[in-house]
C-alpha cells in the first residue's frame, strides 16, 4: 500500500510539474504576439531562433498543439507507466542475491551450528532466495520432501510478488497508443468538418487539422515504445530471478540431504 501512495505522489508531482510548463508555455506564446510579428519580417532572424530553441522547447510546443485533451492522457500513462516501472526495477535489483555466497554460508552453518545456524543466516539476507530457504529450513524436520514441497509453495507466493504491478505497465503500454489513435481520429473528423465548411480542400484547411491529429498518435507511439522496452526489462529480470531461485532451491535440498546423511 505504501507502494501504491509512493507511485501515485510522484505521478502527481510530475503532473503538476509538467502542468506549470504549460501553464508558463501558454502565457509565453500570448505575451511576445507583437516581437513574433515583426521577426517574420525578417526570415533570417526567424530561421536562425528556430534552429537555436532547444529540443525539449520542441517537444512542449509539439504538445501545445497537439490539444491538451488529447495529449494530457497521453502524458498521464507515461508517467504512470514510468513511476511503476522504475519502482520495479529498484525492487528487482535489490531482490538480487548472490546465490553461490548464500549457499555457502548456510553450508557452513549447518556445519558448525545446525538448523537454527542456517535459518539466522537466511532471516539476515535479504531477497526472495532467503526467504524461500527460511520457509524450506523450516520444514527440514519434517523431511527433504516437505521442504522441497514448502520451497515449491512459497517459490509461487515470492513469483507473485516479484510480477505484482506488471499488469498495470502493460495497461498502459495498450492505453498510449490506444488513447493517441482516438485523438487522430477526432483530428481527422473535426479537418473533414473544416473542410465541409470552408466548401474546399485546400492544403490550407486540411494541414492544421491533419497535423494535430498526427501529433496525439505519434505521442501515443513514444509512450507504447518506452514502457515496452521498460516492461520487457522487467520480465527478463523476474525471468532471471525466478531462474536463480529454482537453481538455488535444487542446492539447497542437496545440502539438506547431505547434512542429514553426515549425521
Request: aromatic residues 6%; proline residues 3%.
Amino acid at each position: 500500500m505504501k507502494k501504491l501512495l509512493t507511485i501515485f505522489a510522484l505521478a502527481g508531482v510530475l503532473a503538476l510539474g509538467a502542468s506549470k510548463t504549460y501553464a508558463q508555455d501558454s502565457t509565453q506564446v500570448e505575451e511576445p504576439a507583437a516581437e513574433v510579428v515583426s521577426a517574420a519580417a525578417d526570415d533570417s532572424a526567424d530561421l536562425a531562433a528556430t534552429e537555436d530553441a532547444s529540443f525539449h522547447q520542441q517537444i512542449k510546443d509539439k504538445f501545445i498543439e497537439g490539444g491538451p485533451p488529447f495529449m494530457w492522457p497521453i502524458l498521464i500513462c507515461l508517467i504512470l507507466g514510468l513511476a511503476i516501472s522504475i519502482e520495479r526495477i529498484i525492487t528487482l535489483n535489490l531482490a538480487t542475491t548472490n546465490t553461490k555466497k548464500l549457499l555457502g554460508q548456510i553450508e557452513d552453518a549447518l556445519a558448525k551450528g545446525g538448523i537454527e545456524a542456517a535459518k539466522d543466516v537466511t532471516k539476515n539476507t535479504k531477497g526472495p532466495v532467503a526467504s524461500i530457504f527460511t520457509q524450506g529450513l523450516m520444514r527440514s524436520s519434517e523431511g527433504i520432501e516437505m521442504v522441497e514441497k514448502s520451497i515449491v509453495s512459497y517459490g509461487g507466493v515470492e513469483m507473485a510478488r516479484l510480477e505484482r504491478g506488471l499488469i498495470w505497465v502493460s495497461l498502459f503500454i495498450s492505453l498510449g497508443p490506444m488513447l493517441g489513435f482516438f485523438g487522430t481520429v477526432i483530428g481527422m473528423v473535426a479537418a473533414f468538418d473544416a473542410i465541409e465548411a470552408a466548401g474546399d480542400i485546400s492544403p490550407s484547411v486540411v494541414a492544421g487539422g491533419m497535423k494535430t491529429a498526427l501529433i496525439t498518435t505519434v505521442g501515443g507511439l513514444i509512450v507504447g515504445m518506452i514502457l515496452q522496452t521498460l516492461y520487457n526489462y522487467l520480465i527478463s529480470k523476474i525471468d532471471s530471478l525466478v531462474n536463480s531461485m529454482e537453481d538455488a532451491s535444487i542446492s539447497l535440498v542437496d545440502i539438506l540431504v547431505k547434512h542429514k546423511l553426515s549425521k
